[in-house]
């Protein structure tokens, strides 16, 4: 079936350093996620995006966070600077649906895991 | 606040069935949906639910009760590989989905 791939499956960075988290969503999606899992909890949303901008953000997704997908290339997530508080595993979704954001099944990378020491 | 809900864990014996639970409080519902995520893996997509009642598909069922904001997850025939932890997530009334922190189901020989 269609695949999320994420790149680097493990990132190791001191803390203060920037980092990007890559994603090659499903070739035809249209809305793209960014979720935040720790060890044990659950799933947080961070940020969509669509059409070359931020739709939703939540209160996760600090001023050193960003997000970009220059065209045809990856979907990045970019802390700078990086904290302690950082490390978890980042997945990667995307979704096709094409006119507004919807409950439309998500499409999940294996996740970066990051560890921020 | 809204907040979806699951037990931490579950035990069940291989060919039996196991049912996962979820309740949850939401400003708003338009859907829920269950992942089915493996240590290190991916979630994956299981089912997508909107109305009232069971819906079977197979080895997986679904069930909704939108008044009382539970739903379960159904599975028969239990395989040693069903073991993983199941997640339940809510679509509330701005289509953000709310997860909860998952079920990780054991399954013993």
């Known amino acids: 079936g269609p695949k999320v791939l994420q790149i680097p499956s493990h990132q190791i960075i001191d803390m203060g350093q920037m980092v990007t988290l890559n994603c090659d969503p499903v070739?035809?999606?249209?809305?793209f996620y960014w979720y935040k899992q720790i060890l044990g909890q659950q799933m947080e949303f961070l940020v969509n995006f669509y059409n070359g901008k931020v739709m939703e953000k939540s209160k996760l997704f600090k001023d050193q966070f960003s997000v970009e997908r220059p065209d045809g290339s990856y979907f990045t997530l970019k802390i700078q600077p990086t904290a302690l508080e950082d490390s978890a595993v980042y997945f990667c979704?995307?979704?096709?649906?094409?006119?507004?954001?919807?409950?439309?099944?998500?499409?999940f990378g294996h996740g970066t895991k990051l560890s921020v020491l | 606040g809204q907040g979806v809900e699951q037990p931490d864990n579950l035990m069940s014996v291989e060919g039996t069935f196991a049912r996962v639970n979820c309740t949850y409080s939401?400003?708003?519902?338009?859907?829920l949906s269950w992942y089915q995520q493996r240590e290190g893996h991916a979630p994956v997509f299981l089912s997508y639910?909107?109305l009232d009642g069971l819906k079977d598909s197979g080895h997986f069922s679904t069930f909704l009760s939108r008044s009382n904001g539970y739903s379960y997850l159904l599975l028969t025939e239990l395989q040693i590989k069903d073991s993983a932890s199941y997640l339940c997530?809510?679509?509330?009334?701005?289509?953000?989905?709310?997860w909860g922190s998952g079920t990780k189901l054991i399954i013993k020989p």
């Open positions: 979704a995307s979704s096709p649906t094409g006119d507004e954001i919807s409950n439309e099944r998500l499409f």
């Open positions: 639910v909107v």
């Open positions: 070739s035809n999606h249209l809305y």
């Open positions: 939401t400003s708003g519902f338009n859907g």
């Open positions: 997530a809510v679509t509330d009334s701005n289509y953000q989905l709310i």
